[in-house]
């Protein structure tokens, strides 16, 4: 090899793999939570206190959350299939895989992480590459 001291990026095919199984593993955890959570609306479909109202409604709120999350990993597996992750759907640079590992279903390099609004809902600037109608948080949880 006359390329030896290049730096050397790992292929992305060699590490997903283990990333497919984070998303596998993620997928069952949100299927199961979805399962308890339907479970537990379905148990409350009168609620008849305040008390269990607003219970109903934070479950209500997780479950939602739960299904977009769902989705997103769903929609993860998907690129990974027909060939398509580990590009940045803002500017289409190759995202590092450290932050792929720390977030399997992210779609956006730190770059374009940075200018997506501090609240959180989710889109960059740039909106213009957004392919599908997938609206909603994109499953960048904030980085401590
Ligand atoms: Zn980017």
Known sequence: MTHAHRVSRAPLTDHLPALRATLHQQRRFRLQQLAELDAEIDRATAPTH??????????????????????????????????????????????PIHLLQTIPTTQWCLNCQQRLPASGSSRPIRTSTFESGSAGDRGVPPRE
């Open 50 to 95: 305040a008390a269990d109202t607003a219970r109903h409604e934070v479950t209500n709120k997780l479950a939602v959350a739960a299904r977009q999350a769902l989705a997103d990993v769903d929609e993860t597996l998907t690129l990974i299939t027909t060939g398509r992750y580990g590009h940045c759907r803002g500017c289409h640079t190759e995202i």
